[in-house]
């Protein structure tokens, strides 16, 4: 039987093992990683051959369609199944019209993902050995150039590595150098930025990416078309303005008719790079906030402290507070609360529910305090809520 490579990612270490556990008891010889995050998982995803991603639909920094979405370019044989919850259930949807394999719905079952696994097991059964072994040939051969690429950049020797074939493959070309300036390690800004301009200068022409350092790429692109390099740059900055959470620069050069030219361009670009303005898009900050309420109704029981929820997002806790009210109107505290409360109404709707149950699944261990904020915003207390709702004889939700 073909061992599958799966990459598990959800923010939940219980779902997380809880996945782990059931398949390894039912596929001992698969081999399994795990990510607490999309930066973590990105980084799952270049270094490993994965096969297979169980990811949450809504996690910190960006949703699980977002993450396939800038992934498949570079990772295009990799199959994609959602875990999400109902009310999540329209992402779902979309996913599966993204070109998902499937999705999972809390809580999950045992018996459905073992059956998901089997599936996708046969599947890759069907797809020969061959074919991933060159799969993995080709992403080794890309890391070796990417890091001779560097060392001959910086001037540093490469010994007897033949650059001729390189510069035959382009005789004329145009450099592409996207820098981010931001004050910690940005591993899923880079994968995007990477799969994003790898995408374009396929479309576009032919060329490579290659990581420069910690916060530049450089594309190499020969354009198909009388070298005009405006559709491209028009549409990258685009697609970073959406995905990125940190500012960006988009720099080209002119033509280049010989590759030896390339590391003094590198260079040039790079000094231009002090003077220039970062961009970053108003519709990131929208973005952000969005994300935030969507986290907040998909995680009522757990920590929405206003510290938590701004490093969903990938925010300063004071600037979230501030762009929270901007955007929506209403304080951080009071929105939690208010939606907190709203679902207790609904979930007070069910009679099988004790009060303390209600409190908990909001978020709320301390029954007092609960009822407390439950009066404050609607004038009865939890009790006298639910018995009017029978008396008035409303449906049961």
């Keep these: 039987m073909t061992a599958m490579n799966i990459l598990i990612v959800d923010d939940e270490n219980i779902i997380r093992s809880g996945i782990k556990r ?5 596929f001992p010889n698969y081999r399994i990683w795990l990510a607490a995050s999309p930066d973590e998982a990105v980084q799952q995803l270049r270094n490993e051959s994965i096969d297979l991603v169980l990811s ?5 920094g960006m949703t699980g369609l977002e993450l396939m979405k800038v992934s498949k370019p570079q990772h295009p044989h990799v199959r994609w199944v959602f875990i999400s919850a109902k009310s999540e259930f329209a ?4 996913a599966l019209r993204l070109g998902a394999r499937d999705y999972l719905l809390k809580p999950i079952g045992k018996e459905r993902v073992i059956e998901l696994i089997e599936l996708v097991g046969e599947e890759l059964r069907r ?8 799969r993995e040939l080709g992403s080794n051969i890309k890391y070796l150039r990417e890091a001779v690429f560097q060392r001959w950049v910086a001037g540093l020797d490469i010994g007897n590595f033949d650059m001729k074939p390189l510069s035959d493959e382009y005789p004329s070309f145009n450099l592409i150098m996207v820098k981010m300036d931001a004050d910690r390690q940005v591993h899923l800004e880079h994968f995007i930025i990477e799969n994003v301009m790898s995408e374009l200068i396929e479309r ?4 490579f990416v290659v990581s420069y350092d910690a916060q530049s790429l450089i594309g190499v692109v020969s354009m198909a078309d009388d070298n005009n390099l405006s559709p491209l740059l028009t549409e990258l900055k685009t697609h970073l303005r959406k995905y990125l959470r940190v500012p960006f620069q988009v720099m080209h050069s002119g033509l280049i008719l010989d590759f030896r030219n390339v590391p003094a361009e590198i260079r040039r670009l790079r000094q231009a790079s002090d003077t220039q303005v970062y961009e970053q898009d108003e519709r990131g900050s929208d973005r952000a906030i969005e994300t935030a309420i969507q986290y907040i109704k998909s995680h009522f029981r757990e920590d929405l402290s206003l510290e938590k929820v701004a490093s969903v997002v990938f925010l300063n806790p004071v600037y979230f507070s501030q762009l929270f009210k901007q955007k929506t109107g209403q304080g951080y ?10 679902q207790a109404k609904r979930l007070l709707h069910n009679p099988s529910l004790k009060l303390a149950e209600v409190a908990e699944r909001i978020g ?7 009822s407390q904020l439950f009066r404050k915003r609607f004038n009865v207390t939890p009790t006298e809520f ?6 008035q004889g409303e449906p049961i939700q």
């Design 56 to 60: 949450d639909i809504m996690m910190p």
């Design 22 to 26: 059931t398949i390894q008891n039912r």
């Design 386 to 391: 639910r018995q009017q709702e029978i008396v």
């Design 91 to 94: 992402y779902a949807q979309e």
């Design 127 to 134: 797809d020969s050995e061959q074919t991933r072994e060159a």
């Design 364 to 370: 709320y261990q301390d029954m007092r305090h609960f």
């Design 333 to 342: 505290k009071d929105f939690v609360i208010q939606l907190r409360m709203e």
């Design 204 to 207: 576009f022409g032919h060329g």
